[in-house]
């Protein structure tokens, strides 16, 4: 289902939905902007992970660092590291702490018991690391709804991905 056609229920909410929300994405922005209305309404309750937040920083901070100087980013943080990331960090951290505190923004993370889940799910769905991890935490928290483009979630079972560009295949 499209992100903008869920209603109501709790869904982890993936880096790249919050990613295309504060980088502004003019063509996918309605679908974000309802999907966020319905969230601080109450009608949808979202659960964001520190490993949502962790990612969610380092693109924004790879796009601003490419923006602004027209550099690789990496070459850019190689060169200077402390520099760098202290000249982006209050934009960042600004946007970081407006979006969580929306209301009905859930943070959560993950926990030592989620070890042995994450082998069996990389072993049963093929995912990388990353993506596991939100898929055990989502899975722990009993939880069957995820708010994201990416179509590798797509391979896990008992998931429904609630989209906003690439539909399931």
């Known amino acids: 289902m499209k992100l903008d056609e869920v209603t109501s229920g709790h869904i982890y909410v993936d880096t790249n939905v919050l990613y295309m929300y504060l980088r502004a994405d003019p063509a996918h922005l309605p679908a974000i902007e309802c999907f966020l209305q319905r969230v601080v309404r109450g009608d949808i309750v979202a659960y ?3 490993l949502t937040l962790d990612e969610l920083y380092y693109r924004l901070l790879l796009a601003l660092i490419k923006e602004r100087t027209g550099r690789n980013p ?4 190689q060169e200077d ?4 990331v202290t000249r982006y960090n209050d934009s960042i951290n600004g946007a970081l702490r407006k979006l969580m505190g929306l209301p ?3 943070l959560v993370g993950t926990e030592p018991g989620d070890f042995e889940k994450v082998l069996e799910n990389i072993a049963q769905f093929a995912l990388l690391p990353r993506d596991v991890l939100h898929i055990t935490v989502l899975q722990r928290l009993g939880m069957t709804a995820i708010a994201s483009d990416d179509t590798d979630f ?3 079972t008992g998931i429904q ?3 906003i560009v690439n539909p399931p295949q």
């Not at 990496?74 to 943080?77: A, G």
Request: proline share 0%; aromatic share 10%.
């Open 161 to 163: 991905r609630h989209w």
């Open 154 to 156: 797509d391979r896990v």
């Open 104 to 106: 009905h923004f859930t």
């Open 74 to 77: 990496l070459d850019v943080l």
């Open 81 to 84: 590291l402390l520099g760098t």
């Open 48 to 50: 964001v992970s520190v």
